[in-house]
């Protein structure tokens, strides 16, 4: 008897098992199908997301593809799927990620048509995105906020946030965009995404330079992320605010104990650079360079020692004005670390230096003919020799005062160019040059009496426009190039022979202002392709090769009045025969 009841026992078990193996092979490619779906899915979301502002990469083209194949088998092939809504939701986000709007508005449709008033904040939701991406933003934003309206729960609610977010962002309605971004942050529940939207907001409010937002942020990004890198930056990005704020010793008492905490070994580099930093906008000049050799010596090539080598080159010139010192500083940037931020930087440090010793070796022998000019009655240079010294001067100065920040030498080749070059095309430039930089350093007698001059005897120049435009207090004696431009630009379109007129007139009366350049430009093209009289055209385009070759016209000027002239010189050997 017993041995009955344990057959019947035995066997019952046997059946329920073969009844649920083959349960489970009929559904393991239902499961395994949508779970890859869903694998496939995730991957993309974050590739997506590591390169936000950035091309889709190819890897989550492909995913996303995959994931609309799948889950569409899944939703033609089990009508009886439990996950189908989800399903179609992959679907849709896919389509809409992969640019293919259509195509996610369709899907929307058989959503809504299956599943009615269940999917009605899905649907409202993805709608208002899909019109943001067809270029309507204003729509996309109130459609989201009435999505706000429906009760959403907290990850829902952060998810219409952050979106509106996006679309205020890619506005350029910065303050907005941010406003949005911590709401989401604000009612997001997971930490390691609250970090990430914090991150955003830190680095955004960084660049704006919106100080006290960024280090709010960066602290949350410190509380909730789970990137080690992250955090690290935020403590970095920390100190620095502090140093840019001007707290100093907040920030040097924060970075000195941080030097000490072994935890931030990874940034020490870095925390030396702040405290470099630190010590330059305190005048401790001698303890930033200190450190800065320092870093050099205990972390030679990395980006740190990269960076310092370039401030060691600045130091150079700004303090110990010694060339040859700083371009090996320079040249040491790109040796220590290509991938530095300061590579580039330093190449135009060491053009700079290239092009400021070849003036200077150039400006020699006219330096000692001005040397002598004091025993010289009447002396000059003529116009020719002018135009070349002007050049060597105006260069001279450019570099010692805007770019090496040293004024008061680049004044000295301003005066030699105002004194010994007065008929060269640079004349009026180096007075407005003049202008600004005495204005820079408080005299505002001479820089007047400078301004006024230029409207005087060079009313038609761009300097004379800058000067009325920036003060109103300057009144021009005459009509300005530009203006003027502007009024044969109109006159061209009702009246162009009087146009034609105004042109000439600009070019006959100024040959320094850019407007000039653009008139003559003009002149040459309309004789060159439309009126068909090389000649004239060869003459303007002489004129710009002339008085403005090193502008940008001059290159397709020199071009075009080559290939005329061979034109016309062929012409005339063909006529001779």
Known sequence: MNKIRSYTTHRSFLLYAAILFISCTNLKPYFNTFYNAEEYFNKAEKDRLDNRGDILPQSAINDY???IDKSQMIIDTYPEFKWRK?????????????GELQQAYSTLDDMENEFGDLVHIEVAYWTSLIKWKQGKPQPAINGLNDVIQYGLNSDMKAKVYLSIAEIYFEQEMKLQSMD???KGAEIIQIPNEKGQIYYRIASLSFEDKDYNRAISAYKQVIKNSQSKKQ???GHLKTVQIYRLKGDFDLAGNTIKNMLLNEDYKSIFPSLEL????????????PESINRLESIIQDYPKTEASAEAFYLLGNYSISQDWNLDAALKHFKSVERENRKSLYRQPAQIRIKEIAFYTESKLDFIPWESRIGASDTIADFHFSVTEQIELSKILYSLNELESFHFNRSDSGLVYLDLLIQFADQSKLFPKA???KSILLDAQGDSVSTAKIKLRIINEFPKTDYALAIINADDTYKPLTTTSDKQLVSAEKAWITDPALALDSYREIISEDTVSESSVRAAYFLAYQYDYNLIQPDSAMKYYDWILKHHGESDQALPSEKRFVFLNKIL????????H
């Open 65 to 67: 593809k995959k994931v």
């Open 569 to 576: 010189a062929d012409t005339t050997g063909s006529n001779d």
């Open 86 to 98: 989800k399903a179609l939701l992959f679907i849709i986000q896919s389509h809409y990620h992969l």
């Open 431 to 433: 007075l407005y040059a």
């Open 274 to 285: 702040e405290l470099a930093k630190l010590y330059q906008q305190q005048n401790m000049l």
């Open 180 to 182: 949005y971004l911590e």
């Open 231 to 233: 955090i690290q930056e």
